[in-house]
């Protein structure tokens, strides 16, 4: 089994080898860079912090014809309250991170352009920020949060670990509030993390407004540990992510065990668990107020392209949001995704209402 870090350094890799190798086909081919208008101009796309900035930045300069500009605004979170902040007079002209669990709030504050990509994907409707299931290509236009990619948050487990010990496997959200597997389990803090705040929505949705505080109680009462983001919880203190992690419990996603495969392609030393997953949506859009319109648009237009599209699995640990991009081997077979009748997820509108409350509710109770 190669070591997790290994595995992490070898999918950068992978990554930049494969944009590199995009940006210079896109070139040698032409692509919109031929377009002498575009040619030139600069367009700043804001990201959240795991994204490959500068690999993208010159795959998408090649595809474009623009001179892409890439930064990055922190996680999530972070990066949705800078675009509110800076409503009207945006720090960039396009964005794309923003997920499932903040996209209401740039809808609300009208952060974003009406615009959908006349090459989007069929299948990316049903991935719309939408109370209605029916009306995602409508509301793609209207909201202009156009989805790039999809996932869920999962508890992860190390299977090796709980063979040894000679203990059950947990399964479901139950079987982590025991304390003999809760004090296995690092979460992590919903107030930081966006990927600790999808696995809070989670619990709201399979606890209620009226129970999701009292679990999370009983699994701070057990020995649960929180860290403060996906990385510290991860290759910090699992078990499988690396040299010195002692918990084999932790919230990650249904794709992770696909970067756990062994050096032949036959096991992964993880196993994502499918009835504690929350669906994530990450978004991208025009900026409203963007100084490069034109080029905000051809940007949001790559990453829904094929050519992007087909790079999201090794880029970023989600499935393409278009339904014609083959997913790796190791993601069919180590990696499914949640079936949709056993995610635990709210429509946006109840996040929006309620996110707040319920971060300021586990502050009181267990001391965020």
Not at 163 to 182: H, I, Q, R, T, V
Request: aromatic residues 8%.
């Amino acid at each position: 089994m190669l070591p997790a870090r290994t595995l992490l350094k070898s999918r950068r890799s992978r990554i930049a080898a494969t944009l590199v190798a995009l940006a210079l086909g896109a070139s040698l081919a032409g692509c919109a860079g031929d377009d002498d208008a575009a040619s030139g101009e600069t367009v700043t796309l804001v990201v959240h912090d795991s994204f490959p900035n500068k690999e993208f930045a010159a795959a998408a300069s090649a595809a474009t014809g623009y001179d892409v500009q890439v930064v990055s605004a922190g996680d999530g979170g972070e990066l949705t309250n800078k675009l509110v902040l800076t409503q009207g007079a945006p720090i960039a002209d396009a964005f794309f991170g923003v997920d499932t669990i903040f996209a209401s709030r740039l809808v609300e504050h009208d952060v974003v352009a009406p615009y959908a990509p006349e090459g989007l994907p069929e299948s990316a409707a049903r991935f719309a920020a939408a109370e209605d299931a029916d009306a995602g290509a409508q509301a793609i236009a209207e909201t202009g949060l156009v989805p790039v990619d999809h996932g869920a948050t999962c508890v992860n487990i190390d299977p090796s670990w709980f063979a040894e010990a000679g203990m059950p496997e947990p399964e479901s959200y139950e079987d982590l509030a025991d304390p003999e597997y809760a004090a296995l389990t690092v979460l992590l803090d919903p107030t930081a993390s966006s990927t600790g705040a999808s696995f809070l929505v989670g619990t709201v949705a399979a606890f209620g407004e009226a129970g999701f505080a009292d679990y999370w109680q009983r699994l701070v009462d057990g020995g649960a540990r929180i860290e403060q983001g996906w990385s510290d919880a991860y290759y910090g203190r699992f078990t499988q992510g690396g040299e010195g992690g002692t918990l084999p419990i932790v919230v990650s996603y249904a794709s992770s065990p696909a970067f756990t495969v062994d050096a032949e392609g036959e096991s992964s030393s993880t196993r994502a668990l499918l009835d504690t997953c929350t669906r994530q949506v990450e978004y991208a859009g025009v900026l409203a107020g963007a100084a490069n319109e034109a080029g905000a648009r051809a940007v949001v237009d790559y990453l829904v392209s094929e050519e992007f599209q087909r790079t999201i699995p090794d880029a970023m640990y989600m499935t393409p949001v278009d339904d014609a991009v083959e997913l790796p081997a190791a993601w069919t077979e180590f990696a499914p995704e949640p079936e949709a009748d056993r995610t635990h997820d709210l429509p946006p509108s109840a996040i929006e209402a309620g996110r707040e409350g319920w971060l300021r509710t586990l502050s009181e109770r267990i001391g965020l």
